[in-house]
T-cell receptor, first 114, second 114 residues
Framework: DAMVIQNPRYQVTQFGKPVTLSCSQT?????MYWYQQKSSQAPKLLFH???????NEADTPDNFQSRRPNTSFCFLDIRSPGLGDAAMYLC?????????????FGPGTRLLVL | QKEVEQNSGPLSVPEGAIASLNCTYS??????FFWYRQYSGKSPELIMS????GDKEDGRFTAQLNKASQYVSLLIRDSQPSDSATYLC??????????????FGKGTMLLVSP
């Protein structure tokens, strides 16, 4: 089945220790998104790639970076995690960014910062 | 700031009743609207999309859209305990970059009691 996969599902890191979250997709979609979702809050878009074109949201902290080495994979790097970065990180894909396109979500990675 | 507003709930209904979930949005230019279901600790799952004014039915679910009032709703008929989840309203938003993406509401928690 075509799907969006995220690894790991749970990640524990120490304050200030870099961490990388990964996302892969078999849908062959052009667009990949990273969202941050904290408890009882809306998913917050961090950035997205349209093919290799990177689009950073204005309020995404510099601490967050992303890489997309090929169509199938996208990585979220948190350079120096703080306690406030503990959240669920959601990867999503869509065929393109036209208004009607559905976004399909992976299962998420829950990040805990100690 | 383009916003999507939902009552956080919880909305409590007995099994077999109709649950009505509401959402308002601020961007008059939005053309596409989505309802996602999110179980606790899980990622969002698409329930329905709607693009035209009026009603759209899919099984026990009916989405209603009124663009003039900037209002979209989701009705769940014959509610089941398995419907207990948070329902996220998402609206397509044209970003400054020229790309279109989704803006999510915080979600309404639905509790269906047996």
């Amino acid at each position: 089945d075509a799907m969006v996969i995220q690894n790991p599902r749970y990640q524990v890191t120490q304050f200030g220790k870099p961490v990388t979250l990964s996302c892969s997709q078999t849908l062959n979609h052009n667009v990949m998104y990273w969202y941050q979702q904290k408890s009882s809050q809306a998913p917050k878009l961090l950035f997205h790639y349209y093919d290799k074109d990177f689009n950073n949201e204005a309020d995404t902290p510099d601490n967050f970076q992303s890489r997309r080495p090929n169509t199938s994979f996208c990585f979220l790097d948190i350079r120096s995690p703080g306690l406030g970065d503990a959240a669920m990180y959601l990867c999503a894909t869509s065929r393109d960014t036209s208004g009607g396109r559905t976004q399909y979500f992976g299962p998420g990675t829950r990040l805990l910062v100690l | 700031q383009k916003e999507v507003e939902q009552n956080s709930g919880p909305l409590s209904v007995p099994e077999g009743a109709i649950a009505s979930l509401n959402c308002t949005y601020s961007d008059r230019g939005s053309q596409s609207f989505f309802w996602y279901r999110q179980y606790s600790g899980k990622s969002p799952e698409l329930i329905m999309s709607i693009y035209s004014n009026g009603d759209k039915e899919d099984g026990r679910f009916t989405a209603q859209l009124n663009k003039a009032s900037q209002y979209v709703s989701l009705l769940i008929r014959d509610s089941q305990p398995s419907d207990s989840a948070t329902y996220l309203c998402a609206v397509n938003t044209l970003m400054n970059s020229g790309y279109s993406t989704l803006t999510f509401g915080k979600g309404t928690m639905l509790l269906v009691s047996p």
